[in-house]
């Protein structure tokens, strides 16, 4: 198993330890990952108890690879990791500096308005000449990157050797190795059901040993180097739904990276891969079972008979009313006694099969007295079926005015 997904795997499941040890020997292996820098420097700030100083080593590591190579994406969380390592140092001053560095690159960075109010707050107990309210550092680190060490692989045969091809003597052609889709033509797809979903990266030879993939409740990465030189980086943050992380799998085959996202709540339907809304900030200390509980209980599938509801000041909740229709237009069970005649039991007959809610209608306009059919048709003709008054005393005052639904604009015909 590649070391970086060990490590990966490791800080996921918060042995912090173990990801650094893991890290530390994929850097050997690779040491221009710029994502091994960060994701190392995450473990050494929450290992116990974290080394604050190596975090802020390979922070500003990470952050002048990513520089040299432009990979914005990657320059904001080298930033962040190094604005968190340099509070935890109590260097509020340059921790601010960097935090702002952030926010000039990406606003919307769902951490800063907590990391803002921690370091606001440190700053506000210090004078201005404290040697930890100043700012000593540029926005760029001038350190040293370490150098990428050659493979030197043992050679079998003797450069005059060439292997022959045993059909037409000519030399194969050697086989290629790396990714081989260029990093504008690879693209993603996804789907899902009800209780996964499914991600592909459409790469070819992409590294099983050199590719970092990170799978978080909230997020995602993957991370994988190309023959450039530089790394390809794919990212979803937040994810539109919170998903459960250690049962998701990933797999790299021979013309795609493909991960099964299992979803948190199951039956729950994404209509996008991201979130725009950011997910919660690192660090929050705050506990979302609460909301998580209540999201649930508003995805959970639902009876197939409910019928629908409208909004109502009521008490009691809003009224299915074709659940109401149903039972007025309900024929009624009763035994009749010797020699009593039907009564309105033809009228049920005759409306029942019918749609309920015009069946209800029906039944009310036929058994109501003269002045509350005036009233019904009366309001009902003058407004353009707009209205149903039962009312006389008021319609009879005057013309019932057209009310058309709320959007929608009365026009004369």
């Given at each position: 198993?590649?070391?970086?997904?060990?490590?990966?795997?490791?800080?996921?499941?918060?042995?912090?330890?173990?990801?650094?040890?893991?890290?530390?020997?994929?850097?050997?292996?690779?040491?221009?990952?710029?994502?091994?820098?960060?994701?190392?420097?995450?473990?050494?700030?929450?290992?116990?108890?974290?080394?604050?100083?190596?975090?802020?080593?390979?922070?500003?590591?990470?952050?002048t690879l990513a520089s040299k190579r432009g990979k914005r994406e990657l320059i904001i969380q080298a930033q962040l990791r190094r604005a968190i390592a340099l509070f935890s140092l109590e260097q509020y001053g340059d921790a601010k500096a960097c935090f702002d560095w952030?926010?000039?690159?990406?606003?919307?960075?769902?951490s800063l308005q907590i990391w803002g109010v921690k370091v606001e707050n440190k700053l506000k107990g210090l004078t201005e000449d404290d040697p930890k309210a100043k700012v000593t550092i540029q926005r760029y680190p001038d350190v040293e990157v370490p150098k990428q060490k050659e493979d030197k692989k043992p050679t079998s045969l003797q450069p005059s050797e060439p292997t022959m091809s045993a059909s037409n003597g000519s030399t194969p052609a050697?086989?290629?190795?790396?990714?081989?889709?260029?990093?504008?033509?690879?693209r993603h797809e996804w789907y899902q059901t009800d209780n996964t979903v499914v991600v592909s990266l459409f790469a070819k030879g992409v590294p099983k040993d050199k590719t970092t993939i990170d799978i978080q409740?909230?997020?995602?990465?993957?991370?994988?180097?190309?023959?450039?030189?530089?790394?390809?980086?794919?990212?979803?943050?937040?994810?539109?739904?919170?998903?459960?992380?250690?049962?998701?799998t990933s797999k790299i085959l021979s013309t795609k990276v493909?991960?099964?996202?299992?979803?948190?709540?199951?039956?729950?339907?994404?209509?996008?891969?991201?979130?725009?809304?950011?997910?919660?900030?690192?660090?929050?200390?705050?506990?979302d079972d609460g909301a998580n509980e209540v999201k649930r209980a508003v995805l959970a599938d639902r009876p197939a008979n409910t019928g629908p509801s409208y909004p109502t000041s009521s008490k009691s909740g809003p009224k299915n009313w074709d659940k109401v229709a149903n039972e007025l237009t309900k024929k009624p069970k009763?035994?009749?006694?010797?020699?009593?005649?039907?009564?309105?039991?033809?009228?049920?007959?005759?409306?029942?099969?019918?749609?309920?809610?015009?069946?209800?209608?029906?039944?009310?306009?036929?058994?109501?007295?003269?002045?509350?059919?005036?009233?019904?048709?009366?309001?009902?003709?003058?407004?353009?079926?707009?209205?149903?008054?039962?009312n006389w005393s008021e319609v009879g005052k005057g013309k019932v005015e057209t009310q058309p639904p709320d959007g929608m604009e009365a026009k004369p015909w």
């Open positions: 198993m590649d070391q970086a997904v060990k490590g990966a795997a490791a800080l996921q499941s918060k042995d912090f330890s173990a990801a650094v040890t893991h890290y530390s020997e994929a850097i050997a292996i690779n040491s221009q990952a710029v994502d091994y820098y960060i994701k190392r420097s995450t473990a050494y700030t929450r290992i116990s108890p974290p080394d604050s100083a190596a975090s802020l080593r390979d922070a500003e590591v990470a952050l952030v926010k000039e690159m990406d606003k919307d960075e769902k050697p086989k290629a190795e790396g990714v081989q889709t260029p990093a504008n033509k690879i409740n909230t997020s995602l990465a993957i991370s994988f180097p190309l023959p450039t030189g530089s790394d390809y980086n794919f990212s979803l943050d937040p994810l539109y739904g919170e998903i459960d992380a250690p049962a998701s493909e991960l099964v996202l299992k979803k948190a709540t199951p039956g729950e339907k994404w209509s996008s891969l991201e979130s725009d809304t950011p997910a919660a900030a690192e660090d929050k200390g705050t506990n009763k035994e009749k006694k010797d020699g009593e005649e039907d009564g309105d039991d033809g009228l049920e007959e005759e409306f029942e099969g019918a749609d309920p809610v015009n069946g209800f209608f029906q039944q009310l306009y036929s058994r109501a007295d003269p002045d509350t059919r005036r009233a019904m048709m009366k309001s009902y003709q003058e407004s353009n079926g707009t209205a149903l008054s039962t």
